[in-house]
Every structure is written in structure tokens, then in C-alpha cells.
């Protein structure tokens, strides 16, 4: 099982984007106590500051940081300590919120949200979805030294499949990745920005969609299943040819 954070701060102000490991220790988050209201993360005697200040993100307590993320065998335990704010968790579908002392587990991609405007992405790679085994842990070979041009390929073609077949939530978790991939994998082509951006607009529009109360979250109608084709068909070239 691999489990790491994206601070979403830097996606746009970086070429590559850090990706913060939660192995083998704790990863603490909280604000530096200076006059710069830098938030950071904190594992294993490492500060990697996230490229925000946020004013309302709690400080350390007696050595403490205010929010933990600790690795288990199912995803990621998120516990607030002392965090005066409430922590949000936004999951796929619905939000979570931690009040100070409670605990949580993330066994799925999701969104932390802290503070006023601190928001980290925390993925979580190899845990069971439902789908196949082989289709299930193809989105870890970006990590594993598999060619960024077959990793992209095989997310794109999970994510027609799941189209195809239904799986609402299953395609935007699988859509979420491809983004995640392209954010961090940028490449010198005219076409990138406007795929990044089209491809962000379309899973945004999947994801208020599964929210959405009035409308069926079990299936998709065949304009917008076309189109979430045509954007991995899209990005599936621009990374062929790179």
C-alpha cells in the first residue's frame, strides 16, 4: 500500500509537485509560531513547508502538532489533537468534520481541509475497490519507474471501463488519479494547459454530479460518458507524443 499528501497549494506554482510519504512515521501538520503564518508538514524530523499561511491553523502544543495522519494497514488515520478548528474531510461523496480529539480513516482518496484555505490531497494506492486486482493496482506503476506514457494508458483505459460499466464514484476516484498524474508529470506541449484545465472541469462536473441529491449517482448518460473519453483520449496523446 502506498499513502502520501499533495499540498493542492502548489499544483499550479511548481513543476513538479513534492509528494509527502506517510510510511513509517506520523506526519504532523500545523503552523509555524513566527509572523509568516507558514503551515507545515512534519515527518520524521522534516519540515516541508506546504506554500500557504493560514492564520487559522493551530500551532503546536507541548511539542504536539495540531494534526496527525499516521499509516495503518487500511489508509491513513487522521486525528485532530488540538486543533482549535475543526478539520474537514472531504470524501467521495459527502464531508466529514473532526472536532478536536476525534479520529478518522482514509481508506480512499480524499481532500483535508484545514484552517481558512489549507487543503491537502492524501492518496491512498493498493487498497481494494471493488474492480479487478490488475485493474485495481494499475495506477501505482507511475511510482514504480513504469514509463509515464503506459501509466497514463492504463488509467484512461480504467476509467472507460468504469464509465462504461456504471461505477460513478469509481470513475472519478480513477479520473481524480489521472489528474493528480498530469498536475505532477507536466510536459512541454501547447495542448497541456487546456487538457489539464478541461480534464479538472470535467471531474468536477462528475463530482457535483454524485453529490447531487436530485440526480442519479449510479449511472451516466451517454453525452457525458462520450466526453469522459474524449478528455482521456486527449490526454492519453498529448503524453504519446512526449
Not at 499544483?11 to 501538520?29: C, F, L
Not at 497514463?152 to 469509481?170: P, T, Y
Not at 510536459?187 to 497541456?192: K, L
Request: hydrophobic share 30%.
Amino acid at each position: 500500500m502506498k499513502r502520501y499528501l499533495i499540498p493542492i497549494q502548489n499544483a499550479s506554482q511548481t513543476e513538479t509537485v513534492q509528494r509527502i510519504p506517510v510510511d513509517d512515521a506520523p506526519v504532523g501538520i500545523y503552523r509555524l509560531d513566527n509572523d509568516t503564518y507558514d503551515v507545515v508538514a512534519e515527518a520524521g524530523g522534516r519540515r516541508i513547508r506546504l506554500g500557504v499561511e493560514d492564520a487559522a491553523v493551530s500551532r503546536k502544543k507541548n511539542g504536539e502538532a495540531p494534526v496527525q495522519l499516521s499509516p495503518t494497514r487500511h489508509g491513513i488515520t487522521v486525528q485532530n489533537q488540538t486543533s482549535t478548528n475543526p478539520i474537514t474531510i472531504q470524501r467521495n461523496p459527502g464531508e466529514e468534520l473532526l472536532e478536536q480529539g476525534e479520529t478518522t480513516t482514509i481508506t480512499d482518496d480524499c481532500v483535508i481541509e484545514l484552517g481558512i484555505g489549507v487543503e491537502i490531497r492524501a492518496n491512498v494506492r493498493g487498497v481494494d475497490t471493488g474492480v479487478d486486482d490488475d485493474q485495481a493496482t494499475i495506477d501505482e506503476g507511475g511510482d514504480d519507474g513504469v514509463e509515464i506514457e503506459e501509466h497514463v494508458r492504463s488509467v484512461s483505459k480504467l476509467i472507460c471501463v468504469l464509465a462504461d460499466n456504471d461505477e460513478v464514484s469509481a470513475c472519478w476516484n480513477r479520473l481524480q488519479t489521472l489528474h493528480d498524474t498530469v498536475t505532477e508529470r507536466p510536459v512541454e506541449d501547447t495542448a497541456y494547459e487546456q487538457v489539464d484545465e478541461d480534464l479538472e472541469q470535467v471531474l468536477s462536473r462528475l463530482e457535483s454530479r454524485i453529490k447531487n441529491s436530485m440526480r442519479s449517482a449510479d449511472e451516466l448518460d451517454d453525452e457525458f460518458r462520450a466526453e469522459i473519453k474524449r478528455i482521456t483520449e486527449r490526454v492519453e496523446s498529448i503524453y504519446a507524443r512526449n
